[in-house]
């Protein structure tokens, strides 16, 4: 299966597909230097959400596609030089609407976990 969705994101900030099947996908990175929020090493959380919510799409898989709200839990931090995957599970399809469970992880350590929910509309968002 190939992407559908989501074809110009910068895979180097959102994550690059290892795994995309019918309702999942599994993306995922290596944190740089310039994703950190401070001089420790930190990793702003905003790319992790960015990398959990390109998976999402990818479940989704339709040009279309966009995020409508999201539900969130930073469970641990993320540090430069770590490598993180996201894997999202369609739960649910109700016309439009589609529900994303959503999994971050450096190794076994969940660093964010959420429920997504996302929108299949009739054409591009700024059409």
Not at 36 to 62: C, I, K, S, Y
């Amino acid at each position: 299966m190939q992407p559908n969705t989501h074809l110009g994101i910068n895979r180097r900030l959102c994550g690059a597909p290892t795994a995309l099947a019918r309702g999942e996908a599994t993306v995922g990175f290596e944190a740089t230097a310039e994703m950190a929020a401070d001089d420790r090493g930190l990793v702003h959380g905003g790319f992790v959400f960015g990398l959990a919510d390109h998976a999402a799409m990818l479940a989704v898989n339709d040009p279309n596609v966009v995020l409508g709200s999201a539900e969130v839990r930073f469970i641990a931090p993320v540090r430069v030089g770590e490598t993180v995957t996201a894997t999202a599970r369609r739960t649910l399809e109700k016309g439009r609407k589609h529900v994303i469970e959503v999994e971050a992880r450096v190794g076994e350590r969940v660093v964010l976990s959420g429920t997504l929910t996302a929108f299949v509309l009739d054409q591009h968002v700024l059409d």
